[in-house]
C-alpha cells in the first residue's frame, strides 16, 4: 500500500515539468488525490487536489499554470506545471486519501532556477 512521485528535476523558469503518482494496494477510484510542496524552509503548503468525481482546487499562487488530473484506469494522479517559477522550487509530495487510508508518497525535488 503506497504511492510514489516522479517526474521532478531541474528546469528554467518558464519552463514545464508533469509529475506523476501511482498508487498501489489501494482502491484508486474513491481516493481523492492531492499534490502538497514544501519549499526549503518552508512548511508543507497544498497545492492542488482532485477529488473522486474530478473536482479540482488549487493554491492561488498556482492557478492557471498548474493542471491536477487523474487516470483511473493507471492508477495515477498527475500534475502539470507550466510556466514554472523560482518561488515553484520545492519537494512535491503525492497523498492519497480514502475512508480506509492516508498515503504520503516519498517526495521528488523540483527546482526552477536559470
Known amino acids: 500500500v503506497q504511492v510514489a512521485e516522479s517526474g521532478g528535476g531541474l528546469v528554467q523558469p518558464g519552463g514545464s515539468l508533469r509529475l506523476s503518482c501511482v498508487a498501489s494496494?489501494?482502491?484508486?477510484?474513491?481516493?481523492?488525490m492531492s499534490w502538497y510542496r514544501q519549499p526549503p524552509g518552508k512548511e508543507r503548503e497544498l497545492v492542488a487536489r482532485?477529488?473522486?468525481?474530478?473536482?479540482?482546487n488549487y493554491i492561488d499562487s498556482v492557478k492557471g499554470r498548474f493542471t491536477i488530473s487523474r487516470d483511473n484506469t493507471k492508477n495515477t494522479a498527475y500534475l502539470q506545471m507550466n510556466s514554472l517559477k523560482p518561488e515553484d522550487t520545492a519537494v512535491y509530495y503525492c497523498?492519497?486519501?480514502?475512508?480506509?487510508?492516508?498515503?504520503w508518497g516519498q517526495g521528488t525535488q523540483v527546482t526552477v532556477s536559470s
Open positions: 494496494g489501494i482502491i484508486f477510484s474513491i481516493t481523492d
Open positions: 482532485i477529488s473522486t468525481t474530478g473536482s479540482t
Open positions: 497523498y492519497a486519501m480514502n475512508a480506509r487510508n492516508r498515503l
